[in-house]
């Protein structure tokens, strides 16, 4: 299910600043030879996350679900002199190919990969964040949202990508685990009082959230 109208999407892609050569190569391969490639930020969120980050200008950003890369690249490009980017990404695979990006955007030394389980290794990431992108297991969404958020500074920022869930979460009667997940996740966001938050409808949604 398309959740913003293609027309609308390809208009926005077209009066947006497109990708950077790089990035538009990543995109590329993925959309070639990856499995999932739906599963790319792309053009217009990798965009926004890259706005974002530059607004904040960053110190430390931690990342959960690294992919191949492409979003890890976006935020880097808002880090502050002397930052670091850390991000999280369970498959051996991904986890190569992303290495692999870093060294060609001249990233290595900003972006520090931790490769295995999230819920085992942020527990051991002694940072205090100014921005988490979490776009991992959707059943574990709350689990890390609750194991992070005590280290997000207050003024920082969390993004949940993927809040609509491919349209699931708007069925009237929702089903499948990873649906289930992010709906309850949507409302656990909503009900905490300790932050504010805006849902935008790009791509898969993406949540705001702001700490107070």
Same mark, same amino acid.
């Given at each position: 299910?398309?959740?913003?109208?293609?027309?609308?999407?390809?208009?926005?892609?077209?009066?947006?600043?497109?990708?950077?050569?790089?990035?538009?190569?990543?995109?590329?391969?993925?959309?070639?030879?990856?499995?999932?490639?739906?599963?790319?930020?792309?053009?217009?969120?990798?965009?926004?996350?890259?706005?974002?980050?530059?607004?904040?200008?960053?110190?430390?950003?931690?990342?959960?679900?690294?992919?191949?890369?492409?979003?890890?690249?976006?935020?880097? #490009? =808002? &880090? /502050?002199?002397?930052?670091? %980017? *850390?991000?999280?990404?369970?498959? $051996?695979?991904?986890?190569?190919?992303? !290495? @692999?990006?870093?060294?060609? #955007? =001249? &990233? /290595?030394?900003?972006?520090? %990969? *931790?490769?295995?389980?999230?819920? $085992?290794?942020?527990?051991?990431?002694? !940072? @205090?964040?100014?921005?988490?992108?979490?776009?991992?297991?959707?059943?574990?969404?709350?689990?890390?949202?609750?194991?992070?958020?005590?280290?997000?500074?207050?003024?920082?920022?969390?993004?949940?990508?993927?809040?609509?869930?491919?349209?699931?979460?708007?069925?009237?009667?929702?089903?499948?685990?990873?649906?289930?997940?992010?709906?309850?996740?949507?409302?656990?966001?909503?009900?905490?009082?300790?932050?504010?938050?805006?849902?935008?409808?790009?791509?898969?949604?993406?949540?705001?959230?702001?700490?107070?």
């Amino acid at each position: 299910m398309d959740i913003v109208h293609p027309l609308a999407a390809h208009y926005a892609e077209r009066f947006s600043s497109p990708e950077t050569e790089l990035l538009a190569s990543v995109a590329a391969a993925a959309n070639a030879q990856h499995p999932h490639p739906h599963m790319l930020s792309g053009h217009l969120q990798g965009r926004l996350l890259e706005m974002i980050s530059k607004m904040m200008k960053p110190e430390r950003i931690l990342e959960v679900g690294t992919m191949i890369g492409y979003s890890s690249i976006c935020l880097a #490009a =808002g &880090l /502050q002199s002397g930052g670091m %980017l *850390h991000t999280i990404e369970l498959r $051996e695979g991904d986890a190569d190919i992303a !290495e @692999n990006h870093f060294r060609n #955007a =001249g &990233l /290595q030394d900003q972006i520090r %990969l *931790h490769r295995g389980a999230a819920l $085992e290794i942020i527990p051991t990431l002694q !940072e @205090n964040w100014d921005l988490v992108f979490l776009d991992a297991d959707k059943v574990n969404y709350i689990a890390y949202y609750e194991m992070i958020l005590p280290r997000l500074r207050k003024g920082g920022y969390l993004l949940a990508d993927n809040v609509l869930f491919h349209g699931a979460v708007l069925d009237e009667e929702i089903s499948g685990k990873n649906a289930v997940a992010i709906h309850a996740f949507n409302q656990h966001v909503r009900n905490d009082t300790s932050v504010t938050c805006v849902m935008l409808p790009i791509r898969d949604g993406l949540t705001l959230i702001y700490k107070k």
